[in-house]
């Protein structure tokens, strides 16, 4: 077998390293005296050769987590997910969190639903239902004043409650009047998507606004630049963060529109592919400080994240040669730097941090890690990263209550909590994954065994 050395000191771990960090795991007694590990919100179950199988079939598992959130209590006109991001297991908000973050939350959640709607052959209206709440939502309450240099541009962060959000809505670690343009072109890519489904005019026109602001505000980004800052304050557009990260929803926001006809963006387009290819994969080789910044509750300058490296993996092995001639060396670079940076071991699975800054498991980052580490492996018909995958995905959706509502990740028992990583970052993964090794998801009410 070809083990990267990676891939060699796991093996190893696996090997001669007890189940789990057992500080961290929680014991219930089925008879007296008889332990039983549980991961998440399940006893936890393991194959002879230790290896993590499912609570129950991933279909069946998404399907009740699917079932439990299409009955969300609708409140100020949307279902009360939409607009909280800190939400408990019946619904309601946590009286302790009043900020959330509309972009990422709403924008993965449009891609989560349509891409659920699909693999469920379009037989549910509900399921695009709650993607246009999503859609809706962004466009509605969630933009800046018509004004300044970001006008009518998509919000990162907020406040719970208000609708629509006013000009000085920012919170977690944006300052009142600040954006984050990366994430006006994560929401615009999935106001696209959902205008492409639904051929509803707002949200392109949406997207297009978002992708035209950038545009008149791009910059030529440089060894220690990127091309947009991360956070700037929408009035002024004075920047904060000279590096954000995540600049493949963006390109994938251009390449979109280009391919819809729109090439005033093809200049932009351009230019912002040169710097990922010529400055931002290079530096994977370096200090690494081209893939800082992109958590809304962070602004450490020197912050790297899992989470863009691993979304500019899955679309190089989504496009492959029709984006980079070296899309397969490139992808693996990615994967190996995570690999590097962020993953440990807890309960005998490799799993994924998110940032240098909080290595804890989120099922957002979790789930991303293991569907990008599937498809390469489908895209490249290599084994080498394969049973991480399955360990990993599997691992996540210990997080899933019998009910099907979801904690926010598997390394502690819950319900609910932020819903980025509980439920909207986390489907599209799943379905990505689904995609690529079809005989992983098992079939629905059926436990599922694992086929590596």
């Known amino acids: 077998m070809d083990l990267s050395n990676f891939s060699r000191s796991i093996f190893l771990l696996l090997i001669f390293a007890p189940l789990g960090t057992w500080s961290q795991q929680k014991s219930i ?223 994938r926001l251009y390449d979109m529109l280009g391919d819809m006809g729109y090439s005033e963006f093809s200049d932009q387009r351009q230019r912002l592919w040169k710097w990922i290819r010529e400055q931002q994969l290079p530096n994977l080789k370096g200090d690494g400080m081209l893939w800082v910044q992109f958590f809304e509750d962070h602004a450490e300058a020197n912050n790297r994240t899992a989470w863009s490296p691993l979304n500019l993996a899955r679309y190089l092995l989504e496009k492959k040669e029709n984006l980079d001639p070296e899309w397969q060396p490139h992808a693996k670079a990615l994967i190996e730097f995570v690999n590097t940076h962020f993953t440990s071991i807890r309960y005998g699975v490799t799993v994924c941090g998110e940032q240098d800054n909080d290595r804890n498991p989120w099922g957002g980052i979790l789930s991303t890690y293991g569907a990008v580490l599937a498809m390469y492996s489908a895209a490249t018909g290599s084994d080498e990263f394969k049973g991480l995958a399955w360990q990993a995905l599997t691992f996540a959706l210990y997080a899933i209550n019998d009910d099907g509502c979801p904690g926010e990740q598997a390394s502690y028992s819950g319900r609910g909590g932020w819903q980025e990583d509980a439920h909207t970052d986390v489907i599209h993964n799943y379905m990505d994954a689904i995609r690529a090794i079809p005989a992983w998801a098992g079939k629905k009410n059926t436990p599922a065994k694992a086929s590596r």
């Open 29 to 251: 007694h089925d008879k007296p005296g008889q332990a039983v590990l549980s991961i998440g919100n399940h006893a936890a179950k393991y194959d002879e050769k230790g290896m993590l199988l499912p609570w129950t079939s991933w279909a069946d598992a998404l399907d009740r987590e699917m079932s439990w959130y299409l009955k969300c209590p609708k409140a100020n006109g949307y279902p009360s997910f939409v607009w909280m991001t800190f939400m408990d297991g019946d619904f309601k908000p946590d009286p302790d969190r009043h900020d959330l973050i509309p972009a990422t939350q709403n924008g993965m959640g449009i891609i989560s639903y349509l891409k659920y709607y699909e693999y469920e052959g379009r037989k549910n209206p509900k399921l695009l239902d709650w993607a246009r709440f999503m859609g809706d939502y962004l466009v509605k309450e969630c933009n800046t004043p018509n004004e300044g240099r970001y006008p009518g541009f998509t919000r990162s962060t907020g406040t719970v409650g208000q609708f629509p959000q006013s000009p000085n809505c920012g919170t977690q670690q944006d300052a009142p009047y600040e954006i984050q343009p990366d994430k006006g072109g994560l929401a615009g890519y999935a106001l696209l998507l959902l205008y492409k489904e639904t051929k509803n005019n707002r949200y392109l026109d949406q997207a297009l606004n978002n992708a035209r602001v950038l545009a008149r505000n791009m910059k030529d980004g440089d060894a220690r630049h990127s091309p947009w800052p991360f956070r700037v304050d929408f009035r002024t557009g004075d920047g904060r963060g000279d590096v954000s990260g995540n600049m493949v929803y963006i390109l």
